[in-house]
């Protein structure tokens, strides 16, 4: 689903046009609200990516994706080894002249760029070839969407339950906005009861517990599980 489409479905529960730009602008404000107040939930299995950069004979520090708010952890898929993430005291006993060259094994997270505002990591040894891969994992964050994004598939971003949840999550701050308190709280219900059953799901995953689709909850978050015994479908 669009960004503008979202937009769209959320003021037509209010009954207001998106034809009129004030009315898709404030919507569009009141998604990224959503939005980060939907991130800062729960660490969401669908914020951890991966992404890679190459080395460069003699370059010693990389930059990092856009939105990378935590590295977690390296691998030097080119020589199939995982990279330690090391203090910068540790490299600097190591390598007190910085000159230090050979296929890199640990990297210390040396900060933020303060031009770019993206993470930069300092590989040791400092790489003596150019164009070994190096992949990493990290968690992200979602930034906030301006007008250009109205026309860009969020699935890259947001999986299908969290978009259909910023539907009522906008609906309810606009209802509220146009005095509509009832509407208001029946929308950020229907935000926070998908939130929540999401919630379950995700940390079931994480957790590695396969059974979560066969599993049901009550209001009390009861737990009833729903087996068939092995080798019968009766």
Known sequence: MTLGKILSIALRRVGLSDGATAFTDNARDY????????????QWRWL????????????????????????????????????????????DRRDPNDDDTGIPYFLFISGINSTTGYWEVDLFQIPDTTGSTINYRYFAYVADKTSSDDATDLAGDLPPWAQNALIYYIASMYKGELGDIQGEQDELGL?????????????????????????RYDSSSNNFRFTVNEGSLT
């Open 48 to 91: 951890f990516k991966n992404s890679s950069f190459t080395t460069v004979s003699g370059t010693q520090t990389y930059s990092l994706g856009s939105d990378v708010m935590r590295p977690l952890s390296f691998r030097n898929t080119t020589d199939n080894h995982k990279m330690e993430i090391v203090d910068s005291d540790w490299v």
């Open 31 to 42: 998604f990224n609200v959503g939005l980060r107040n939907l991130c800062e939930q729960r």
């Open 191 to 215: 935000y926070f009861n998908s939130v929540n059953s999401n919630i379950k799901v995700d940390a079931q995953a994480e957790s590695g517990d396969q059974n979560h689709r066969a599993r």
